[in-house]
């Protein structure tokens, strides 16, 4: 098993950045490809970015490439998104999810563990 904790949610004006980080811990982090989610007041969780267990392999939604960035660090355990250029739309519970097989997928329910999320307020 792994256990994910988010964190680097905050509120943030629009046009401006957060780096969101989730720290794994428990089996051997390049074990798993990891993703980012989101999910909305009143909106189903959706996909966010995937990225593999060596980091070369990444997937973003059309919508959000150019703005978020995915990256792993696996000396430190850690998975990042960097979020630039923040909307008031991006306004989100973002959740960091592991799934043991590497390849990373665009689908909440490939994914085996979930963290807690972290809050992302970005305001107008």
């Known amino acids: 098993q792994v256990q994910l904790v988010e964190s680097g949610g905050g509120l943030v004006q629009a046009g401006g950045s957060l780096r969101l980080s989730c720290a794994a811990s428990?089996?051997?982090?390049?074990?798993?490809?990891m993703g980012w989610f989101r999910q909305a007041p009143g909106k189903e969780r959706e996909f966010v970015a995937a990225i593999s267990w060596s980091g070369d392999i990444t997937y973003y939604v059309g919508s959000l490439k150019g703005r978020f960035t995915i990256s792993r660090d696996n000396a430190k355990n850690t998975v990042y998104l960097q979020m630039n250029s923040l909307k008031p739309e991006d306004t989100a519970v973002y959740y960091c999810?592991?799934?043991?097989?590497?390849?990373?997928?665009?689908?909440?329910?490939?994914?085996?563990?979930w963290g807690q999320g972290t809050q992302v307020t970005v305001s107008s």
């Open positions: 999810a592991a799934r043991a097989p590497r390849v990373p997928t665009m689908r909440g329910l490939d994914y085996d563990y």
């Open positions: 428990g089996r051997t982090f390049t074990t798993y490809a």
